[in-house]
């Protein structure tokens, strides 16, 4: 008897729940609002973005709410690029309630084939928006446009996410960072806003310890020197920074160039001094080649001149008879000792 009782109430309970249900289903939708987080700012999806999209086929205020099709909406709105997540539900005053969580980007890149696009916290790749842009850390020379990428540039990808999570979350870095340039060895060379040089970043390996130097030294080195004293700074290596003072690291560049153009050219190597991997900049040009490799050489080799030796040295003398000898003792240069053989004198003739 008790359990039948029971399975009446629990029999009861479900009816009166499946009314209620489809007593509300008949109602209509009075209302949509919309609340977006994620993003500090919200840069690139709005309420009106988002009740456009859900009004794209129909208008969902005064529909029947079991005739609106939360999944669907649900799957629109996060097929959006901007949106990471998308959560809907009717309340019980029959408002929709529409919960976005936006996509946060932390990165722009700029690739070599001149494209561009953003990166979220996630590596995901974000489109350019026409409305704006965001304020967010540019790295440059990307190699990679491609969507669907190769192993080190993927990787790459991941290590621009991290360095620009790292400068946004440091107002003074976000604020110091003009430009972040990517090298052809995939490592980063920061360039300030402040400041006329360049800072090596080389990996991202130990950031906050390169940064925290680097933040030293500004506080410290400036101070004495001024702002454009140094042309690069090297903050790779533990416990120090290499500061190169503006024009030094051009000579010795230049240096280097010369010592090996010098060795091309002893060497007869006219092929390395026509490679056209050598960079021509104002100061330094290489110049076009005209001499073969085997006048170069010809050229290279140190040329000997033969020095006359004095006469006297030359000169052997030999023992004369002694009328002879003093004889010569009265000319007035004492080289013109000769050993001279007798000819016949000549005897001038009276004319007639």
């Not at 499946?18 to 700012?41: P, R, T, Y």
């Amino acid at each position: 008897m008790v359990q039948a009782l029971w399975l009446l109430i629990g029999a009861g309970t479900i009816v009166l729940f499946g009314a209620a249900m489809q007593q509300k289903n008949h109602k209509l939708c009075a209302d949509v609002k919309v609340e977006i987080s994620g993003a500090e700012e919200h840069l690139f999806i709005d309420e009106n973005d988002v009740k456009q999209i859900i009004h794209s086929n129909e208008m969902i205020v005064s529909r029947a709410l079991e005739t609106v099709e939360l999944r669907n909406i649900e799957a629109a709105l996060e097929s959006t690029p901007w949106v990471k997540k998308a959560e809907l539900f009717f309340d019980n005053n029959q408002v929709l309630q529409i919960k976005i969580e936006e996509r946060q980007p932390i990165a722009r890149v700029f690739t070599k084939e001149g494209t561009s696009f953003y990166l979220d916290s996630t590596g995901l790749r974000l489109p350019l928006s026409e409305k704006l842009s965001a304020r967010v850390p540019m790295f440059t020379d990307f190699p990679s446009d491609k969507k669907v990428m190769a192993a080190p540039d993927s990787l790459l990808l991941q290590n621009v996410v991290t360095l620009g999570k790292y400068i946004m979350a440091d107002s003074f870095w976000m604020a110091q960072t003009a430009q972040i340039a990517i090298t052809p060895q995939s490592t980063f060379e920061l360039l300030p806003t402040i400041g006329d040089h360049i800072v090596v970043l080389c990996s991202i390996d130990n950031l906050d310890a390169k940064f925290k130097r680097l933040y030293t030294f500004y506080s410290r080195a400036w101070m004495q020197n001024g702002i454009n004293t140094y042309e690069k700074l090297d903050v790779q290596f533990n416990n120090q920074v290499v500061a190169v003072k503006r024009g030094t690291s051009k000579a010795i560049e230049d240096s280097a160039k010369a010592k090996q153009m010098l060795a091309n050219v002893m060497q007869g190597s006219l092929a390395s001094l026509t490679d056209t991997s050598i960079a021509v900049t104002p100061e330094f040009r290489v110049l076009p080649v005209v001499a073969t490799v085997k006048d170069s050489v010809k050229a290279a080799k140190p040329v000997v001149k033969k020095v006359k030796k004095p006469v006297a040295a030359v000169i052997q003398k030999k023992k004369l008879p002694l009328k002879q000898l003093n004889n010569n003792k009265k000319k007035t240069n004492p080289l013109s000792i000769v050993d001279i053989k007798k000819k016949p004198k000549a005897v001038m003739k009276k004319g007639r």
